[in-house]
């Protein structure tokens, strides 16, 4: 039982190059959602996607874009990497967007320099 | 919006000692509250979750929460540390969407 799956698990930039993290999930969730980690701040909401065809902004959208492919994939864009993009980032996905726990992928570490 | 706050970034116990990890939320509605674990190069992990039901909730490992709307607070707890319970911690609230506090790292001394 795969979960939700995150690739890839560890990514390098130089400033100003462009990268997708992908996000799959098995369990037929309808919300997926994207978090940065960074120490002493906890997770901070990137952006979600309540169902298959929606997407809204979270807390630090700025600097992202996001996909919903379809009802398994969300995938996060970076069009032109900053160091302040340095960041662990989690994929999750729940049944519903508020009574629902979250289900985490492993997380991406990317180093952005 | 919907946030909470946990109280310490870091608490160490001795193996057997009393866990307790604060949390206080700031809600203007029946919060859906939650504990998450975190492990060193994991995702989070659903420890338990408080959804009206009960004010006392039980969740896996042997921690447990209580709700306790007078003091908006929901501290996590465990009557005797082990080892494998060394990890970070975060108490989130879910008013729409899933809001994390800065997390509480917990060591185990042997």
């Known amino acids: 039982n795969a979960g939700v799956t995150q690739t890839p698990k560890f990514q390098v930039l130089k400033t100003g190059q462009s990268m997708t993290l992908q996000c799959a999930q098995d369990?037929?969730?309808?919300?997926m959602y994207w978090y940065r980690q960074d120490p002493g701040m906890g997770l901070r909401l990137i952006y979600y996607?309540?169902?298959?065809?929606?997407?809204d902004k979270g807390e630090v959208p700025n600097g992202y874009n996001v996909s919903r492919l379809n009802k398994r994939e969300f995938s996060l864009r970076l069009e032109s990497a900053a160091p302040s993009q340095t960041s662990v980032y989690f994929c999750?996905?729940?049944?519903?967007?508020?009574?629902?726990?979250?289900?985490f992928g492993n997380g991406t570490r990317l180093t952005v320099t | 919006a919907q946030s909470v706050t946990q109280l310490g970034s870091h608490v160490s116990v001795s193996e057997g000692a009393l866990v307790l990890l604060r949390c206080n939320y700031s809600?203007?509605?029946?919060?859906?509250l939650f504990w998450y674990v975190q492990y060193p190069n994991q995702g989070l992990q659903l420890l338990l979750k408080?959804?009206?039901?009960?004010?006392l909730v039980k969740g896996i490992n042997g921690f447990e929460a209580e709700f306790k709307k007078s003091e908006t607070s929901f501290h996590l707890t465990k009557p005797s540390a082990h080892m494998s319970d060394a990890a970070e911690y975060f108490c989130?609230?879910?008013?729409?969407?899933?809001?994390f506090g800065a997390g509480t790292r917990l060591t185990v001394k042997p």
């Open positions: 989130a609230v879910n008013g729409g969407d899933m809001r």
């Open positions: 369990m037929n969730h309808n919300s």
């Open positions: 408080y959804t009206s039901a009960a004010t």
């Open positions: 996607s309540a169902s298959e065809g929606t997407t």
């Open positions: 999750a996905s729940s049944e519903s967007r508020v009574q629902s726990p979250l289900h």
């Open positions: 809600s203007s509605v029946p919060p859906y």
